[in-house]
């Protein structure tokens, strides 16, 4: 049996000025910058919402959009219960899986990093 959760929400943007975007969704959504020194995420730039909740910007190269992502402690069996109810898997970037709802949305499956994981996510 493994957990999972809602991670957060990924602001897609294309284009190079990923400081200037990440400037402007700091300001419209009233979170600040979150400076993470040394993490080797370039490409990616937090927003600190003050709930622990995942809000980053991140640079890509399709059209921008939003996705959100859903963490777990065993990304193998999220994918298969997501598949069986209907999503499909569209590939794996790093250490997670890129997956699209039958509703076209697209998600990613990412690994949880909070210790204490599962006491609050949700059993499956």
């Known amino acids: 049996m493994h957990h999972s959760q809602l991670a957060g ?12 975007a990440a400037d402007f969704w700091s300001q419209a959504l009233g979170m600040p910058v979150k400076q993470e020194a040394g993490t080797g995420n370039e490409g990616y730039v937090k927003l600190d ?3 622990g909740l995942n809000i ?6 399709h059209p921008s959009r939003v996705h959100l992502d859903i963490a777990t402690d065993d990304i193998p069996a999220e994918v ?9 898997r569209l590939g794996e970037i790093k250490s997670w ?7 076209g949305h697209r998600f990613c499956v990412v690994r949880a990093k909070d210790p204490d994981f599962a006491d609050k996510a949700t059993r499956w």
């Open 80 to 88: 298969a219960r997501l598949e069986a109810l209907g999503a499909k």
């Open 56 to 61: 980053e910007v991140q640079r890509v190269n």
């Open 97 to 103: 899986v890129v997956m699209v709802a039958p509703t």
């Open 49 to 51: 919402n003050g709930d």
């Open 9 to 20: 929400f990924i602001i897609d943007s294309l284009g190079d000025d990923l400081d200037g």
